[in-house]
Structure formats: structure tokens, C-alpha cells
């Protein structure tokens, strides 16, 4: 079975925000940075080349497959900031619905900028998905 590409690395994740373009991504960047380090009460770790997660949870599909992930994490990619381990739609529909402007994907959240959601309701989303993954 093929291997996971995405680890958690010893890369510094303070340099790796500083270098973040433009201007605004990576204001965005710190903010959420803050944020999930709160909410978790984990370090920020680098995984992979551009992820930024915060704490590990095991998984293991029924076909056998199993790895390591962040509870929670984001990429400031290019086009738009990217949400991992929230559950998207289809965990928390009714705190997804309030969030503001943003598009899913399978467990994934995509953001433009920051100020295009309502700050409040990402803290409760990241908050509750934290939460789920405590339980498992």
C-alpha cells in the first residue's frame, strides 16, 4: 500500500507564513495561525510542504489503508485559504451554512480572504471539529 505523502515535518512554521503572498493571505494566515493554536492547545506543525495543522489523530480506512493527520489545519494557497479536518457540509451543516462566503469540497473548506466570513462561527466550526475528533 502506497505510503501517505503528507507528514508532519521540522520545518519552521513561522518562516514559512512570513514568506505567504499577498499581503492579506498572509495576515489571514496569522490570524488563523492564533486561532487553531488556541483552540487546539497544540504547536503549529508544518506537514507536508504548505499545510499548517495542529495536533495528530490515527485513522484507518476499511480497505485497510491508515495514517496520520492533523486534527485541524490550513493552507494558505494562492487562490484562497484551505480548511482541513472541519467535515465540511455534511458534519456541521448548520455552522457551515452560517459561515459566510466560502465553497466545500470532500472535508475541505475554501475561504478567499478572511473577511469574507464570519470569524465566530470558523471558531465554533474548528471548535466543534476538535471536539469530534476527542471523541474518536
Not at 456541521?92 to 462561527?121: F, S
Request: proline share 5%; net charge neutral; with cysteine.
Amino acid at each position: 500500500m502506497a505510503e501517505n505523502k503528507t507528514k508532519a515535518t521540522a520545518e519552521d512554521v513561522g518562516a514559512f507564513i512570513a514568506q505567504v503572498e499577498p499581503d492579506e493571505r498572509r495576515r489571514d494566515a496569522e490570524i488563523v495561525l492564533e486561532l487553531m493554536g488556541r483552540l487546539s492547545g497544540e504547536p503549529a506543525r508544518l506537514w507536508g510542504p504548505s499545510i499548517v495543522g495542529f495536533g495528530s489523530v490515527h485513522y484507518r480506512y476499511e480497505s485497510g489503508r491508515e495514517g496520520d493527520m492533523p486534527r485541524v489545519a490550513f493552507s494558505p494557497r494562492k487562490a484562497q485559504l484551505v480548511f482541513y479536518g472541519l467535515g465540511g457540509p455534511d458534519r456541521h451543516p448548520e455552522l457551515v451554512a452560517r459561515l459566510g462566503r466560502h465553497t466545500t469540497g470532500k472535508g475541505c473548506v475554501y475561504v478567499k480572504r478572511l473577511r469574507d466570513v464570519d470569524v465566530k462561527v470558523l471558531e465554533e466550526l474548528i471548535a466543534a471539529s476538535l471536539a469530534r475528533h476527542a471523541e474518536s
